[in-house]
């Protein structure tokens, strides 16, 4: 069983920065696909990023350009540095293991208001 912590959320203003990380159990997290969602109250959890073990990426087209996923597996983390803020980003922020058998981490709150 993969356990997964996220962290990094808070309140920033629209245009600013912050970085989500994603701290995971397990030997083997080189070969796991990872990934970033999130979900605002009333609306589906969906996709913001994912990344392979060989470094290939997929964005949503809403954080395109803005957001940049990328993992360090020495140190069984991922990451998600997001640019640019915008008020509809605010949700909470899940990190996921999406292959094999999926995990889930508890979520991270990202608070995007001035």
């Known amino acids: 069983q993969v356990q997964l912590v996220e962290s990094g959320g808070g309140l920033v203003q629209p245009g600013g920065s912050l970085r989500l990380s994603c701290a995971a159990s397990?030997?083997?997290?080189?070969?796991?696909?990872m990934g970033w969602y999130r979900q605002a109250p009333g609306k589906q959890r969906e996709l913001v990023a994912s990344i392979t073990s060989g470094g290939a990426t997929i964005y949503a087209d809403s954080v395109k350009g803005r957001f940049t996923i990328s993992r360090d597996n020495a140190k069984n983390t991922v990451y998600l540095h997001m640019n640019s803020l915008k008020p509809e980003d605010t949700a909470v922020y899940y990190c996921?293991?999406?292959?094999?058998?999926?995990?889930w981490g508890q979520g991270t709150q990202v608070i995007v208001s001035s």
């Open positions: 397990g030997t083997i997290f080189r070969i796991y696909v």
């Open positions: 996921a293991k999406i292959s094999g058998t999926e995990s």
